[in-house]
């Protein structure tokens, strides 16, 4: 049986030369930049809810909410609809790409081969990479968009977020959640961070 499987990549993003930046900002232009060819696909969300708890119950609240709303509170001063700040495409390709609030997202279609997996995330970093392009012209001369791939920033707060690498497949609901626990506490341990001279973690694994 083959299984199914993809990529979400989490792109970091800045603008060298500036004084200042508004990643929120920036990574919704970096992404609007790739409708200038007319894609027209948005994100459907009305099957979305984050509350619905796969064993069968509604979720009161989760710890999201606080954050959401203190993000709520930012972007509601934003002169962007939600669905341009999410600014969230359904390429040719399959891929999905969209901003996920403080960097620019791309998460690959499904995949059933090591090669096609390779194939499409090689495509994601050719499709930021002219995101990126279209937006540097329309910067002063003196700035420039800079993407950082599979990084981990150590970054809290509102306005500022850790970008990574996800890997997704399908499992069998079973066992039990709370038994995933342990393994989930001990995640980063085990597949491991490197630490460069100049400070900066980077994730080793996916």
């Not at 990574?27 to 007319?38: A, D, F, K, P, W």
């Not at 027209?40 to 959401?68: I, V």
Request: neutral net charge; contains cysteine; proline residues 5%.
């Amino acid at each position: 049986m083959k299984r199914v499987f993809g990529l979400e990549t989490e792109y970091g993003i800045t603008v060298s030369g500036a004084e200042s930046v508004d990643v929120v900002a920036e990574s919704i232009e970096l992404v609007r930049c790739y409708t200038e060819h007319g894609a027209l696909m948005k994100w459907d969300y009305e099957l979305e809810d984050p509350h619905l708890d796969a064993r069968g119950f509604r979720a009161r609240e989760l710890l999201q909410d606080t954050d959401e709303s203190a993000y709520y509170e930012i972007d509601k001063n934003r002169p962007l609809s939600f669905e341009e700040i999410k600014s969230d495409l359904v390429l040719s390709n399959g891929a999905r790409f969209y901003n996920d609030h403080a960097h620019p997202e791309y998460s690959t279609p499904e995949c059933t081969t090591l090669r096609q997996i390779i194939a499409q995330d090689k495509a994601g970093e050719r499709i930021l990479a002219e995101c990126a392009r279209r937006r540097n012209q329309k910067l002063p001369s003196a700035n420039e968009v800079r993407l950082y791939k599979n990084n981990t920033a150590r970054l809290r707060g509102i306005g500022s977020s850790p970008a990574s690498c996800h890997f997704s497949l399908p499992a069998k609901f079973s066992p039990a959640p709370e038994r995933w626990a342990p393994k989930r506490r001990v995640r980063r341990v085990s597949l491991g961070l490197i630490k460069s001279r100049s400070g900066q973690i980077f994730s080793a694994c996916w």
